[in-house]
């Protein structure tokens, strides 16, 4: 079922999305080559708690940590391990935490030191794409609209769009109604409407759009092997389009 949440939620969701930025800023300035996944995730618990706040992710579904840390081509959900980054890695950092009963989730993609020009690209697109949809966003529109503008401006850039994971909507749990598909997919398609609070997430590969399980049972990969990137927001369905809650 999707809800629709009052204008006092939504102003819970944006103090808890605020917090949410700022961790993710601090988290960011922590990456580099020779910390460790374990570290980034530590320090993110650390941070959630001085905030007031409770991670989402931690025992959710059997997750044992707060933070996903998902390198290279690995593209979501990894457990953080004793494993260090090194120069030249890309790092997907994707966080969420409860605040006064609310949930607000977030993700970025960051390089660490000097990266590949096909690395740098490929953060750059996935994050314009995630720029660009939130643009377009507004009441009416169908969620096989959202994807298929998501699916075709990756693809223009010549990259492929993961089809087995998608955006999803978010409030009291973490995961609700609706599924947003980063493709045009009508079979479960819903509409937006003023009040809904979602989570637009493309995730965007250098190679084939196919994915597999992780070895450590939680994460997924690329098939292919190739670099994958991935960046979330947190979003209101207002009057005027999307208004976005994980940001400063």
Not at 17 to 22: D, F, Q, V
């Amino acid at each position: 079922m999707i809800t629709i949440k009052t204008s006092e939620e939504i102003q819970i969701m944006t103090e808890g999305g605020k917090i949410l930025a700022k961790i993710m800023e601090e988290l960011e300035k922590q990456v580099k080559a020779g910390i460790t996944t374990k570290e980034l995730d530590r320090a993110a618990e650390a941070l959630i708690l001085k905030y007031g706040a409770k991670p989402s992710f931690k025992n959710y579904k059997g997750f044992p940590a707060c933070l996903c840390t998902s390198i290279n081509e690995k593209l979501v959900h990894v457990v953080p391990s004793d494993s260090a980054l090194k120069q030249g890695d890309i790092i997907s950092l994707d966080l969420g935490l409860l605040y006064k009963g609310f949930h607000a989730d977030m993700a970025i993609t960051v390089g660490v030191g000097k990266i590949s020009k096909k690395a740098k690209k490929l953060i750059k697109t996935t994050k314009e794409s995630l720029d660009f949809i939130i643009k377009k966003i507004k009441p009416g529109m169908k969620t096989s609209q959202v994807g298929s503008l998501i699916e075709n401006f990756i693809k223009k850039r010549g990259f492929g769009v993961i089809r087995e994971l998608c955006g999803h909507g978010i409030g009291r749990n973490l995961h609700e109604e609706p599924q947003l598909p980063n493709y045009k997919d009508v079979r479960e398609e819903a509409v937006l409407k003023e009040g809904m609070t979602i989570c637009l997430e493309p995730m965007v590969t250098l190679g084939d759009w196919r994915i597999k399980k992780a070895k450590d049972g939680y994460g997924f990969e690329t098939k292919d092997g190739s670099l994958s990137a991935h960046f979330e927001h947190t979003i209101a369905i207002t009057k005027k389009g999307a208004k976005i809650l994980t940001v400063l």
